[in-house]
T-cell receptor, first 113, second 112 residues
């Protein structure tokens, strides 16, 4: 049973435009969310996080939005750059489950120059 | 200087063999993990160790045995390899449980 879902396997965006990557979750106990970026043949690298006490967190070109009532989070990248082309994973954790992270299946972002 | 390093990067082997993947972190983290990424790209936790103590052991065949000689190392030994074990295995670490993960570059295991 997949508790974190990324329903768009791929996304293409023109350079300079906004990229919006979406993530849905089913477990209302999740209270900490992460986004990871992964290049081919490399491990995922941490991008940005948000805890459930906030609804927005910003770091440079990257902003994560959390809508707890909809059990939905999104990652906005503005402006998108060709180097952003990678697979993006969202992950969530809840207390009481060993604080383990549950990952989505990823969205492959292609930024077209 | 690589923070989380795992070896080998590629592992090709025959069914029935036994193999090990090694992982080391130089971040001083207390918690280490093994994740498996299957053909559907689903990253799923297998094991978690905190200060050499097993804290998460998901439903994984007992052919998989993690070993943590110290808190900087978490190795994965797999007995009697099967075709379905083919996947990418990622080692990761975090300062404490529930904190952001730092991943190694992965080991692509192919069982023929």
């Amino acid at each position: 049973d997949q508790q974190v879902k990324q329903n768009s396997p791929s996304l293409s965006v023109q350079e300079g435009r906004i990229s919006i990557l979406n993530c849905d979750y089913t477990n209302s106990m999740f209270d900490y969310f992460l986004w990871y970026k992964k290049y081919p043949a490399e491990g995922p690298t941490f991008l940005i996080s948000i805890s459930s006490i906030k609804d927005k967190n910003e770091d440079g070109r990257f902003t994560v939005f959390l809508n707890k009532s909809a059990k939905h989070l999104s990652l906005h990248i503005v402006p998108s750059q060709p180097g952003d082309s990678a697979v993006y994973f969202c992950a969530a954790s809840a207390p009481g489950t060993g604080n383990q992270f549950y990952f989505g299946t990823g969205t492959s972002l292609t930024v077209i120059p | 200087d690589t923070a989380v390093s795992q070896t080998p990067k590629y592992l090709v082997t025959q069914m029935g063999n036994d193999k090990s993947i090694k992982c080391e972190q130089n971040l001083g983290h207390d918690t280490m993990y093994w994740y498996k990424q299957d053909s559907k790209k689903f990253l799923k936790i297998m094991f978690s160790y905190n200060n050499k103590e097993l804290i998460i052991n998901e439903t994984v065949p007992n052919r998989f045995s993690p070993k943590s000689p110290d808190k900087a190392h978490l190795n994965l030994h797999i007995n009697s390899l099967e075709l379905g074990d083919s996947a990418v295995y990622f080692c990761a670490s975090s300062q404490n449980r529930g904190e952001k993960l730092f991943f190694g570059s992965g080991t692509q295991l192919s069982v023929l």
